[in-house]
């Protein structure tokens, strides 16, 4: 049983810009976002039967709905994300407050590094990677490697567009793994084809790369994944996954998808 932190989009929004998706010309439609937001969530509960913890939206935190960047969870312990950007750091007061009242340990990362949680670290149960640059630092994961017994392979991100690793990078639970070899430079997708074999591994075209495709959540064999990658969902059905496409557009203007509107909680 799999359990995913989310937070209902009642005050989504594009209010700023802090990646070049966002643009406060392009304003949400916010009847279309709710009812995305929600078919997204039934997909989790009703087909694939994910326990859903809430977190509640407050008003003039348009990105809280990217649960995926509250912070990193292990077991009872809780790392709350330092955000890069001023905007998003008016989170984590309240992720932090949130992962004390559920009893998590928590533990933040000192101030001047920037870490954002579960957006930037993801792997395969033995070995992270963890994304740096754009928004996480560098340093943070020689840190958090100690404190989880983990090996983590930090990826630069050089693509903007692809500012953090969950947008270009999805592990899967079979050890596969879903990337777009563009976002990152020539070390580190030579670090990727040594550690996933070629047959484990699928480059998503450009134009579903941007439709963020690696912006997905697999649960056991099932993939949910925004609507519009047709050759990727090909991909993930010859290696027995069953897929489910959710239209996530309105979320996408802010630069996210289905991925970065969930954080494992186990
Ligand atoms: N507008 C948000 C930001 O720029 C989107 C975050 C997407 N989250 C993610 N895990 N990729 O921070």
Not at 84 to 99: A, I
Request: charge should be negative; include cysteine.
């Amino acid at each position: 049983m799999s359990r995913l932190l989310v937070c209902p989009p009642d005050f989504f929004g594009i209010e700023y810009e802090i990646n070049p998706w966002m643009r406060l010309s392009n304003r949400v439609d916010h009847a279309r976002a709710v009812a995305q937001w929600q078919i997204l969530m039934g997909i989790f509960e009703k087909d694939l039967g994910v326990v859903l913890e809430r977190l509640s939206p407050v008003p003039g935190l348009p990105d809280l709905v990217f649960t995926a960047n509250a912070g990193l969870v292990v077991g009872r312990t809780a790392v709350v994300s330092r955000f890069r950007y001023p905007e998003r750091q008016r989170e984590e007061t309240h992720v932090e407050q949130w992962f004390r009242e559920q009893g998590y340990e928590v533990v933040r990362i000192e101030a001047g590094l920037h870490f954002e949680g579960a957006g930037d670290l993801l792997g395969f149960s033995d070995t992270w990677f963890g994304g740096y640059r754009q928004r996480s630092d560098i340093g943070v994961y020689p840190i958090l490697s100690e404190r989880f017994h983990r090996e983590i392979i930090p990826l630069e991100l050089v693509d903007s567009r692809f500012y953090h690793l969950d947008t270009c990078f999805c592990p899967l639970s079979g050890g596969e793994l879903l990337y777009y070899p563009t976002a990152f430079d020539r070390y580190g997708r030579q670090v990727i084809a040594e550690r996933i074999p070629d047959e484990l591994r699928f480059a998503v075209p450009d134009e579903e790369a941007i439709t963020f495709a690696c912006n997905a959540v697999c649960v056991g064999k099932h993939v949910v994944l925004p609507a519009g990658c047709p050759t990727t969902q090909v991909w993930l059905h010859s290696r027995g996954y069953v897929t489910h496409p959710v239209l996530l557009d309105e979320f996408i203007k802010s630069g996210g998808a289905a991925k970065c509107l969930t954080l494992a909680l186990d």
